[in-house]
């Protein structure tokens, strides 16, 4: 299959850091100079408390963020010292707690 256009531009003028890491992993680039320049930032991007800046709002952390980024930096062979991964953890389980129902507890207690 050929693509009609190169998405490799759009991706790399307006993505975000984390779109263009998965990018790069995706075609085997993971070990580039660019691949480095954007664990970078996202290190620089991690909280204090381990968690990443929403999209939506950078002012507050995202769930979706937190875990996605932290998975990938992880994956790129930081060590989980290096990304603070026992914060990212709990804050995004107390955040999961925050939310859970009555079934959510019954099923999590059936699964411990």
Not at 34 to 41: E, F, L
Not at 51 to 56: C, D, K, V, Y
């Amino acid at each position: 299959m050929e693509l009609r256009y190169d998405p490799f531009p759009l991706v790399f003028d307006q993505g975000d850091e984390t779109t263009k890491l998965v990018c790069l992993k995706f075609f085997g680039l993971e070990d580039s100079p660019r691949a480095k320049d954007c664990r970078s930032v996202l290190i620089k991007q991690q909280r204090s408390d381990g968690a990443f800046p929403s999209r939506l709002d950078p002012k507050n952390w995202g769930m979706r963020e937190t875990v996605r980024n932290t998975l990938l930096l992880l994956d790129a062979g930081l060590p989980p010292g290096g990304v603070n991964v026992d914060s990212a953890v709990t804050v995004s389980y107390t955040h999961l707690r925050a939310h859970e129902t009555s079934l959510h507890l019954v099923c999590r207690l059936l699964l411990e």
